[in-house]
C-alpha cells in the first residue's frame, strides 16, 4: 500500500511540480505540451490504477481547454479507449465525453452527435478487442486516422497465441474437473 501512495506522490508531486515550476512564466500553451510529453512515458505500461486515473484527468483536463495542445491530449486519451484494464478503458470514455460537452472544437459539429453515440452504447469494461475497435471508429471520426493496438502482430503469431490459449484453457477445465471429483 505505501508503495502505490510513494509512486503517486512521486508522479504528482515531483515530476510535475518540478516541471510547473521550471516552466511558471512561459504560457499555458507550452506548459500544457510539455505536461503532455511528461505523461507520456509515465503512463506508458503503468499497472497502478491511481497513477493512470489522475492522467487520465490531466489529459481530459488539458483536451477540454480551447488551446492548441487540446488536441494532442484529445489524441491520447482516446489511445487509453482500448487499454488492457476494463476500468481504465471505462474513466477514458467518461474523460473523452466530458470533453466532447466542453470543448467542441474537437470533433466537428455533424460528427458530434455519432462520437456521443458511440461513447454511450460501447462497453468499455467488456471486451477490449470490441473497445479497441470502437476507439479506432472514434479516432476516425475525430479526424486523427486509425487508431492500431500497440499488440498487433502478423497472422502466425496471433494464431499460436490462439492455441496456446486454447490448450491453457482445455488444462484449467482439467484440473478444474479433478479438483471437483477430489471433493475440494
Known amino acids: 500500500m505505501a508503495s502505490r501512495h510513494s509512486s503517486l506522490h512521486d508522479f504528482s508531486y515531483s515530476g510535475i511540480y518540478t516541471f510547473w515550476s521550471c516552466n511558471i512564466g512561459q504560457g499555458h500553451g507550452e506548459f500544457y505540451s510539455g505536461l503532455i510529453s ?11 490504477f491511481a ?21 494532442k491530449a484529445f489524441s491520447q486519451l482516446l489511445t487509453f479507449l482500448g487499454h ?9 470514455a467518461d474523460q473523452v465525453y466530458l ?9 466537428s ?6 462520437a ?12 477490449v478487442e470490441e473497445a479497441r475497435r470502437k476507439r479506432s471508429e472514434l479516432s476516425e471520426i475525430a479526424g486523427f486516422g486509425t487508431a492500431t493496438s500497440h499488440r498487433s502482430g502478423n497472422e502466425e503469431t496471433r494464431k499460436k497465441n ?8 482445455d488444462e484449467n477445465t482439467s484440473y478444474s474437473s479433478l479438483v471437483d471429483f477430489s471433493g475440494y
Open 99 to 107: 470533453v466532447l460537452l466542453q470543448n467542441d472544437g474537437l470533433i
Open 38 to 48: 511528461l505523461l507520456g512515458p509515465e503512463l506508458k505500461g503503468s499497472k497502478d
Open 162 to 169: 490462439d492455441m496456446r490459449n486454447a490448450a491453457s484453457t
Open 51 to 71: 497513477k493512470l486515473s489522475a492522467g487520465l484527468s490531466i489529459l481530459g483536463y488539458i483536451s477540454s481547454q480551447l488551446d492548441e495542445s487540446s488536441c
Open 84 to 92: 488492457r484494464y476494463p476500468k481504465i478503458r471505462k474513466a477514458a
Open 109 to 114: 459539429a455533424e460528427n458530434m452527435d455519432k
Open 116 to 127: 456521443q453515440e458511440v461513447l454511450a452504447e460501447t462497453c468499455w469494461e467488456g471486451d
